[in-house]
Nanobody
């Protein structure tokens, strides 16, 4: 099964920043939409941010204003820059991609990364 390759993540103090990156294999071409979901222990899987090929974006309300999603279409990569991180942002973050935006919004994307841990703690 094709998987997306994630990098970044780690531990940071409250108020700090982290940058997550994700790359899709060149062999599968370019996706219409790429995004990030997260899941914290005991909580539901939720969409953090998504970006389309024409650079339209959507963010989780609690991440709006302190998170930026960007993509490089030529390289089929997506990046999530997170600032002013809070303890409640602690979760496993998953990159995902699909040609249908609706699937990403529902969390049913065809392609996923393995997940990268983000821990925000003092």
């Amino acid at each position: 099964q094709v998987q997306l390759v994630e990098s970044g993540g780690g531990s940071v103090q409250p108020g700090g920043s982290l940058r997550l990156s994700c790359a899709a294999p060149e062999s599968i071409g370019s996706f219409y939409a790429m995004g990030w979901h997260r899941q914290a222990p005991g909580k539901q899987h939720e969409l953090v941010a998504v970006i389309t090929r024409d650079l339209n974006t959507k963010y989780l309300d609690s991440m709006e204003g302190r998170t930026t999603i960007s993509r490089d279409g030529a390289k089929n990569t997506v990046t999530l820059q997170m600032n002013s991180l809070k303890p409640e942002d602690t979760a496993v973050y998953y990159c995902n991609a699909d040609d249908r935006l609706s699937r990403i919004l529902r969390g049913t994307s065809e392609y996923w990364g393995q997940g990268t841990q983000v821990t925000v703690s003092s």
